[in-house]
């Protein structure tokens, strides 16, 4: 066993990709060289620390007591060394960044992220896509997006999710309108099929005892805000949004009940997608910048 100043610590991203790949043809082809090269790295590794990190069974691997415990480390040699390079490295990134968010968060969220990274990275071409939750989640699983921001919360096998803000959902009301009371009948101004903010309003509707006579779904915040200001019916919408809106003021806004009000947005990436230093700097930048917000809006409230 080598001297800890002897070690070299390169073979650590051998090993983080054995383990995050599932094989060793995944992490040769994620490292750009043959199994075999590989196989020998971990083997070198294993032989410079003296203990057995990976237990062989066949074509699958199983990390000993060892390996979970150098694991993290590994990782975050990987995060380290990403982080260095970018920031050497921003300004000449190039290449294509395709990435997919809802309708609220571009409006309100993402334009200061996006302005931000492009100042660093201004050879990168940018491109957002704008959909519900359950299509963005398709989009990314299917290579068709790099990254997209969905509602959560979200658990999937296949993708890295992380969560950047949290909102705070809101009814919202015409003007002149009172909160709808049980056996009420009310029309419902909404997001297209697949959208959690939706969802979350039809849950509302059916838990407060309300008679739906109908849906309107529009793609757009702003055909939401002015159906509902018109008086059309009741939506959802975040509170950091209606805050910020220059037509906020022509609508009501009300709490909803705590597990319908608490909406996390996700920053979702596939967990096996080839590496991409755009993106990773893109990710840096988003998460650095906010991590966890909590929503601070307020708004007009209805009586």
Request: glycine share 8%; net charge neutral.
């Amino acid at each position: 066993m080598l001297a800890p100043s002897r070690f070299n610590p390169q073979l650590l991203r051998y090993f983080s990709a054995v383990v995050t790949h599932g094989s060793l043809s995944a992490a040769a082809r994620h490292l750009h060289c043959v199994p075999s090269n590989v196989s020998a790295r971990l083997r070198q590794l294993e032989e410079q620390l003296g203990s057995v990190l990976l237990e062989r069974n066949g074509p699958q691997f199983t990390l000993t007591a060892a390996g979970e415990r150098l694991l993290p480390h590994a990782r975050q040699l990987d995060v380290l060394c990403s982080a260095a390079w970018q920031s050497v490295h921003l300004d000449t990134l190039q290449g294509r960044l395709r990435l997919g968010s809802m309708e609220t968060t571009a409006a309100m969220r993402l334009p200061v992220v996006l302005a931000r990274f492009h100042r660093h990275a201004p050879r990168v071409a940018m491109e957002l896509e704008t959909g519900s939750s359950a299509v963005l989640i398709e989009r990314v699983l299917g290579h068709d997006l790099d990254a997209a921001l969905v509602a959560g919360p979200l658990e999937h096998p296949r993708l890295i999710a992380d969560e950047v803000w949290r909102e705070e959902l809101r009814l919202v009301l015409p003007a002149d309108m009172r909160l709808p009371r049980r056996g009420d009948e009310v029309g419902l101004i909404v997001f297209p099929e697949g959208c959690h903010y939706r969802a979350r309003l039809l849950s509302w509707a059916q838990e407060s005892g309300l008679t739906v006579t109908g849906l309107q779904s529009y793609a757009s915040v702003e055909a939401i805000i002015g159906c509902v200001a018109a008086g059309l019916g009741v939506g959802v919408l975040p509170a950091s949004l209606l805050a910020a809106h220059p037509r906020g003021d022509q609508v009501l806004s009300h709490p909803l009940p705590v597990h319908l009000a608490s909406s996390p947005t996700m920053l979702i990436r596939r967990r096996q997608a080839e590496a991409h230093p755009a993106l990773d700097a893109w990710v840096e930048v988003l998460l650095g910048e906010h991590g966890v917000v909590e929503d601070p809006g307020s708004h007009k409230h209805a009586a």
